[in-house]
């Protein structure tokens, strides 16, 4: 890999603990790519993401859709070295081995790859062989994340997922014996199909695989899914309380795995914190390819068309096909700094917004209650699952105040 | 000037929707007071008119010239009455002005509960009726069957009444005939000293206080100093007037003739409803009987949901109250919501007009406590105490008794709905009084009924019971003593005023239950546990917990996804905006409001 314009990083991140403020605060600098691949077998019954699912019309334009990412990733301006890409979905292993690495080539011809630099890609268990795993890791991705979700049947029954418990499983091994870096499990929890028992069983049996690093996600419900629909018609909705119950008994069994928790529903052995992710968190910046894809770069936050034929249609006219963008002024932008800085285990920075937030009556309600603290100058919030509850305290804030 | 032998003053009495104000059109437009084809451009060009002088008035009496079939000229006074029994008071006044009333009952609807109350008000002024049956032009039209109850209810025949229709103009001159044949022309004495009684009164931004007044005996001049009896206030009488339905300015008023007076004072406190003006240098020696202090029924705490609007709220009552002397207000602090006002009122359309109109016409967002009724709390002293706020009522040691006010209610309904009626007056602990039937179909049913037991959702319950088919009306009775406690509401430890109420011992523990319960399921999950008590003194009668939040975030949130996030976030945040703190609870208003219709 070529490209280091702006120098490798300056902290080895290698052996930092994930919940560190010292990573967090490095990761601040990082720069990363994101590419979003929108194809799936089918749409799952929660997911509100840019998805073509191939029984849907628009589906089988692969090929289509990775000349025009290839064209867009082209018309970068200039160098952009990145610590971290990430190809998500979508499912990215839906793309062919072959044009994925085009697709890391065609990055690193155009913005440059650090040498050390995360490669990461999202997977599901049924797409992934031993060949599909030696492939990708001889491109250079050295990290997956596998959309495992549960280990039990019937909760992946009602997820809409293809995949068998079996086949999660052996996905896991091949991907470690294959050398890849980082291999990280996704779960959903609180599925109203789950029981308290089935849950223990799925945290269990994946920290029993001995992944480097694992996300738990409450299952949500999202408008306009077939999940909301089913709900609105009568169907059980997931427990905020049975959730409650859930992370804590994932978050205690990681963290007897060895796992650290750094963010709401992330986990991660020394080392193996996802770059892309925390430097996203820490108001990085990432460039960003793809349908429905975010990018951040230079104080402008800016999203592509989220439709395939759209976007075909503006990549084809030879256009960045963007559907809008906004610029934060400084202080919106360092109170989103610090809003999303709360997710992370290692708290936030005060910085201009911290005081004036601890000394208003709804910071002061929030520390009295023990739901956050203060401690080694950042400011952290100590029962996680309810940062929103303290990010819409934030939003009180005003300039004036600072 | 007119002799008063040919004069007439009336009033329409009539049901909502029962076709008043378009009767009123006929008769102006029948007696060429406005023709048919200006009677939309008039009535425009009056409000400009009226827009010019800067007074805004509401068409309370309006003057008609009209030549009866005799070939005699009369001058008819139109006189408007508040149609609801909170202004019963007002309405009376209105009625005092008169010497007729004209009683429209709707063909298809029949006699309602509020014409009849009306009607008795009328009867007891010693007004002479013209029952009157309206739309008879409905398909749905039963006139015989309305005429029969009008009948009944008058002690009349049905012979009596007469059949109109306001709409296409049918009995209309049969109408007006009868009006200047039946109805007595005013008494009084025209040589006598002043005396006019002030039957409506109303401020206007730029005038000041404009009354209605009707003169009983002698003659009002422009220029002419003047006094009004109850207030000892003496002014000159700036402005003359009267409606016809533009205004037109005269020089006097005579006996038996109805007018407004303009003086230029500007508290409304000053020139009330039920006032007499007299001359100041030949005073009458009697004012007209009948003055009364306006007197509140139904009192609620008003607190901005927002501590800072406090001196707005204080600043809005004042403005609410130069146009409406029988608002009462006095400053108030709750321990739960701050600052705010125990606002008393005439009745509960009254209380919902006030509150609607500060929220929709002052912007304010406010949080209104359970309506309580003034209780007479009897001490072991021998003093006496009002208590118009739960909070008032003395410690159960000091207490000997309390006494609650009694309403007098009528009820009209269609037969088969008797049972459910009565069965919800008993609930509110009603003594069944008289019953009378107005037809095989419907009933007339009396009872006293403690105010406190109307006054939540009695109206509501009746409709609903009743398909909406009955309707009803009340009058203030007499104090008794009766088994009354204090349920007090504690959220947090802390009692919570606006939902603590004062009820019968009975009801005490039913409705903690109901209440403890309802707000379980309205107040959100806190940052901690919540306990929600209802307590008689030290006693415990219910608990309910709410159990602290324990998931309040987004589970994934990626790059991508920041700016939504945010926004989402600011959505959520001005969900919150209309939540009281209570302590450390956050209460949402509609708890508030909820907590005012809770069926016990």
Redesign the interface.
């Known amino acids: 890999m070529s490209g280091t314009d702006h120098g490798p990083r300056t902290t080895d991140d290698t052996a930092e603990l994930p919940d560190s403020a010292a990573l967090a605060e490095a990761a601040s600098s990082w720069r ?1 790519a ?1 590419v979003h691949i929108p194809f799936c077998a089918r749409r799952c019954p929660y997911c509100d993401f840019a998805v073509v699912a191939a029984d849907e019309p628009g589906g089988g334009e692969i090929e289509r859709y990775v000349e025009a990412l290839l064209a867009e990733i082209g018309m970068e301006p200039g160098p952009f070295p990145v610590d971290a890409v990430n190809l ?1 979905g979508g499912t990215p292993t839906r793309v062919a081995s072959l044009h994925l690495g085009r697709i890391l080539d065609e990055i690193d011809a155009h913005l440059g790859i650090a040498d050390n630099a995360e490669i990461s890609i999202e997977a599901n268990p049924e797409d992934w062989t031993d060949n599909r795993a030696r492939e990708l890791r001889s491109m250079g991705f050295n990290r997956v994340s596998f959309g495992v979700q549960s280990l039990d049947p019937l909760v992946l029954h009602a997820l809409g997922r293809a995949h068998s418990p079996e086949e999660a499983t052996s996905a896991v091994i091949a991907a470690r014996s294959a050398g890849f870096n980082t291999v990280s499990v996704d779960l959903i929890y609180g599925t109203p199909e789950e029981s308290d028992a089935s849950w223990r069983r799925t945290v269990r049996g994946v920290l029993a695989l001995e992944p480097n690093h694992l996300s738990a ?4 419900v999202e408008g306009g899914t077939a999940l909301s629909r089913s709900i609105s018609a009568g169907a059980p909705a997931p427990d ?2 049975e ?2 119950d859930r ?1 804590e008994c994932v978050d205690a069994a990681a963290g007897a795995a060895g796992l650290s928790r750094y963010e ?2 992330n986990w991660a052995g020394a080392g193996h914190a996802c770059r ?2 925390l430097s ?2 820490m108001m990085g910046e ?1 460039a ?1 390819f793809g349908t ?3 990018d ?1 770069r230079f104080g402008v ?1 800016s ?1 592509n068309i989220r439709r395939l034929d759209a976007y075909l249609a503006g990549i084809g006219a030879g256009e960045r096909a963007r559907s809008g963008s ?1 610029r934060l002024d400084a202080f919106e932008s360092e109170r ?1 700094r610090f ?2 800085g709360l ?1 992370l285990a290692a708290g936030v920075e005060p910085g201009l917004v911290g005081g004036p937030f601890l000394a208003s009556e709804e910071g002061r ?2 520390v009295d ?1 023990g ?1 956050v603290g203060l401690g080694d100058g950042r400011i952290v919030v100590l029962r ?6 303290v ?2 305290s934030v ?2 804030v005003s300039p004036d105040d600072c | 000037m007119t002799a008063p032998s040919r004069i007439r003053n009336f009033s329409i009495i009539a049901h909502i929707d029962h076709g008043k104000s378009t009767l009123a059109d006929r008769l102006l437009e029948r007696t060429g007071a406005i023709s048919e084809r200006d009677m939309r451009e008039q009535v425009l060009d009056d409000m400009d008119l009226e827009r010019e002088r800067g007074i805004t008035i509401k068409a309370n009496a309006v003057r008609i010239d009209y030549t009866a079939e005799s070939g005699d000229s009369h001058q008819l006074n139109l006189i408007d009455t508040p149609g609801h029994v909170d202004f019963s008071y007002e309405v009376s006044r209105s009625l005092e002005a008169c010497e007729g009333a004209v009683l429209v009952v709707d063909a298809s609807q029949g006699v309602e509960a509020q014409t009849l109350a009306n009607a008795y008000l009328a009867i007891e002024e010693g007004l002479e009726i013209i029952p009157v049956v309206n739309k008879i032009d409905l398909p749905a039209a039963d006139p015989d069957r309305a005429a029969e109850e009008l009948a009944k209810v008058l002690g009349g025949t049905a012979e009596e009444v007469i059949r109109v229709s306001a709409k296409t103009g049918a009995g209309i001159d049969e109408l007006l005939e009868a009006i200047v044949d039946r109805l007595p022309p005013p008494g009084g004495d025209e040589q006598a000293p002043l005396r006019a009684l002030v039957f409506d009164s109303f401020y206007d931004t730029f005038r000041g206080v404009v009354s209605s007044v009707r003169i009983v005996d002698g003659r009002i001049s422009r220029r002419d100093r003047v006094r009004f009896m109850a207030t000892s206030l003496d002014v000159e009488a700036a402005e003359l007037g009267i409606r016809r339905p533009a205004l037109e300015v005269v020089e006097g008023l005579t006996t038996g003739e109805v007018g407004y007076l303009i003086t230029g004072v500007k508290e409304i406190d000053l020139i009330r409803v039920g006032d007499t003006v007299t001359h100041t240098a030949t005073p009458t020696g009697q004012a007209l009987p009948g003055y009364l202090e306006p007197k509140p029924m139904v009192f609620s705490g008003l607190f901005p949901t927002d501590g800072d609007e406090f001196e707005r709220l204080r600043e809005a009552l004042d403005k609410l109250r130069l146009n409406d002397s029988s608002l009462v207000f006095q400053a108030e602090t709750s321990r739960a919501l701050g600052f705010g006002f125990r606002v008393g009122f005439l009745g509960l359309l009254h209380m919902e007009i006030v509150r609607e109109r500060l929220e929709r016409e002052y912007d304010l967002d406010l949080v209104a406590t359970a309506p309580s009724v003034a209780y007479v709390a009897n001490l072991a002293s021998g003093e006496q105490v009002a208590v118009r706020s739960p909070q008032d009522l003395p410690d159960a040691g000091s207490l000997i008794s309390i006494e609650e006010p009694y309403v007098k209610v009528m009820i009209i309904t269609p037969s088969e709905y008797i049972g459910t009626v009565m069965d919800l007056v008993q609930q509110r602990r009603g003594e069944m009084g008289e019953m009378t039937y107005l037809s095989p179909e419907r009933a007339e049913l009396h009872y006293r009924i403690p105010l406190a037991e109307i006054v939540f959702d009695f109206f509501d319950q009746l409709k609903t019971r009743t398909r909406g088919y009955a309707s009803l009306d009340y009058e203030p009775d007499n104090y008794q003593v009766s088994d009354l406690v204090r349920v007090n509401i504690l959220l947090n430890g802390i009692p919570v005023d606006a939902f603590s109420t004062i009820v019968h011992r009975d009801k005490a523990y039913p409705y903690g239950k109901a209440m403890v319960g309802r707000l379980r399921e309205l107040i959100p999950r806190q ?2 546990d919540v306990p929600i008590q209802a307590a008689i003194g030290t006693r415990i009668i219910s608990r309910e917990t709410i ?1 602290a ?15 939504r996030k ?1 926004k989402l ?2 959505r ?2 001005e969900g ?1 905006r209309r939540m009281k703190m209570v302590g ?1 609870v956050e209460v949402p208003q509609e708890a508030f409001v909820a907590a005012l219709k809770l069926e016990t």
């Open positions: 990363s994101y998500g996600y409450a299952l949500t905020p309380d959730q409650a992370f709401v529903s892309y992710n996203s968190w990432f960003a429905g894809a975010h951040h936050r999203r906004e989103e809003m999303v997710r309600r929030l209650a739901i996680p699952l309810l940062t929103d509850l990010a819409r939003l009180s | 940052l901690f159990k939040q324990r998931k309040d975030v987004t589970a994934k949130c990626y790059g991508g996804d920041i700016t945010r976030l600011e959520q945040k919150k450390q």
